[in-house]
């Protein structure tokens, strides 16, 4: 049996003890593994079954998210510090992607590296999380260093994809230093024939509290299309990850921008998910839309049924 397959308790892929929250994670197996046997992760890397990024069987993808902690970003509504315990996140995340029609994952080497060792990530699309460098709250956060994943990360493990956050502040040098990195990410991905999803917002700091918010305006939407469109020196392998703008109604106009091939990000879970399934409804039927990446709101549901969320997003596509 594979290490993988020890970690887990079962074949890959098939974490035991499923609950409506999530599977039973033992997190003292995964330390001992990784203390003891740390090539274990690049092992189970190799041994990893893959799959096309777009199958002619599934069509649209349907990709959870899970990178939000490197970046200290920890909260999940009301609560401040929900994706801390890890063991929790795995479970969640081992469930979601037992579901039959969820494609793969988006998060960081920690995240997935446990999912390798838990032996879940065969047949899925893995997306790693390139530049987490913007720390939430911080300062410095729109100068987002690409601290996670390098291009050649992903092509050593095997990975599908990468993904990088572009977030454009006007008033912000930094953002000039993430535009410029995140434009030799893009070449780097495409001289290696990986797909990278670029995921940009406009963006302001609230002048009362000095938050980052980001702008949905149609408007707003629209012009930060068109910018991380033009990104490196080939747009060959580069997808978009786009939010819903404010009103529903102006995607379609907003995703004329560009011809690349787009998905829908999720956001914060809201008191209104039936509402964020609707908006996803509509804009999953533009031409240019492919699917769904999706993390706190089916990881972390207001009823606290992961497989009823993921399932009724599944449905969208």
Same mark, same amino acid.
């Given at each position: 049996?594979?290490?993988?397959?020890? !970690?887990?308790?079962?074949?890959?892929?098939?974490v035991? /003890?499923?609950?409506?929250?999530?599977?039973? !994670?033992?997190?003292?197996?995964?330390?001992?593994?990784?203390?003891?046997?740390? /090539?274990?992760?690049?092992?189970?890397?190799?041994?990893?079954a893959?799959?096309?990024?777009?199958?002619?069987?599934? @069509? *649209?993808?349907?990709?959870?998210?899970?990178?939000?902690?490197? *970046?200290?970003?920890?909260?999940? @509504?009301?609560?401040?510090?929900?994706?801390a315990?890890?063991?929790?996140?795995?479970?969640?995340?081992?469930?979601?992607?037992?579901?039959?029609? !969820?494609?793969?994952?988006?998060?960081?080497?920690?995240?997935?590296?446990?999912?390798?060792?838990?032996?879940?990530?065969? #047949?899925?699309?893995?997306?790693?999380?390139?530049?987490? +460098?913007?720390?939430? @709250?911080?300062?410095?956060?729109?100068?987002?260093?690409?601290?996670?994943?390098?291009?050649?990360?992903?092509?050593?493990?095997?990975?599908?994809?990468?993904?990088?956050?572009?977030?454009?502040?006007?008033?912000?040098? #930094?953002?000039?230093?993430?535009?410029?990195?995140?434009? *030799? =990410?893009?070449?780097?991905?495409? /001289?290696?024939?990986?797909?990278?999803?670029? /995921?940009?917002f406009?963006?302001? *700091?609230?002048?009362?509290? #000095? &938050?980052?918010?980001?702008?949905?305006?149609?408007?707003?939407?629209? &012009?930060?299309?068109?910018?991380?469109? +033009?990104?490196g020196?080939?747009?060959?392998?580069?997808?978009?990850?786009?939010?819903?703008?404010?009103?529903?109604?102006?995607?379609?106009?907003?995703?004329?921008?560009?011809?690349?091939?787009?998905?829908?990000?999720? @956001?914060d879970? +809201?008191?209104?998910?039936?509402?964020?399934?609707?908006?996803?409804?509509?804009?999953?039927?533009l031409?240019?839309?492919?699917?769904? =990446? =999706?993390?706190?709101?089916?990881?972390?549901?207001?009823?606290?049924?992961?497989?009823?969320?993921?399932?009724?997003?599944?449905?969208?596509?």
């Amino acid at each position: 049996m594979s290490r993988a397959g020890k !970690v887990g308790g079962s074949s890959p892929g098939h974490v035991p /003890e499923r609950s409506g929250r999530g599977a039973s !994670v033992d997190p003292l197996k995964l330390v001992r593994l990784r203390a003891h046997h740390p /090539e274990a992760v690049a092992e189970a890397a190799a041994r990893r079954a893959r799959r096309p990024l777009i199958t002619h069987d599934a @069509g *649209r993808l349907l990709i959870v998210a899970a990178d939000h902690p490197a *970046r200290g970003a920890l909260a999940v @509504g009301e609560r401040p510090f929900a994706m801390a315990d890890r063991a929790d996140l795995l479970g969640r995340l081992c469930l979601a992607l037992s579901r039959p029609r !969820v494609d793969g994952v988006l998060a960081t080497a920690d995240i997935l590296d446990d999912l390798l060792l838990l032996g879940a990530l065969d #047949g899925k699309v893995v997306l790693g999380s390139m530049n987490r +460098g913007g720390l939430a @709250g911080a300062s410095f956060e729109l100068d987002d260093r690409f601290t996670g994943h390098r291009p050649a990360d992903l092509h050593r493990l095997r990975f599908d994809a990468g993904k990088l956050l572009l977030r454009i502040d006007y008033d912000d040098p #930094g953002s000039l230093r993430t535009m410029e990195s995140a434009a *030799r =990410v893009v070449d780097e991905m495409a /001289e290696l024939r990986l797909p990278v999803f670029v /995921e940009p917002f406009l963006c302001h *700091r609230d002048p009362a509290r #000095g &938050t980052l918010r980001s702008d949905l305006s149609a408007e707003a939407v629209t &012009t930060s299309i068109a910018i991380a469109s +033009g990104l490196g020196g080939s747009s060959a392998y580069t997808w978009l990850k786009v939010p819903v703008t404010d009103n529903p109604d102006d995607m379609a106009r907003v995703m004329e921008t560009s011809t690349l091939p787009a998905v829908l990000l999720g @956001g914060d879970v +809201g008191d209104d998910q039936d509402a964020a399934y609707e908006k996803w409804r509509h804009a999953l039927q533009l031409p240019t839309v492919q699917g769904l =990446v =999706v993390g706190r709101s089916l990881l972390y549901p207001a009823d606290g049924d992961v497989a009823g969320a993921v399932d009724t997003a599944a449905s969208l596509l």
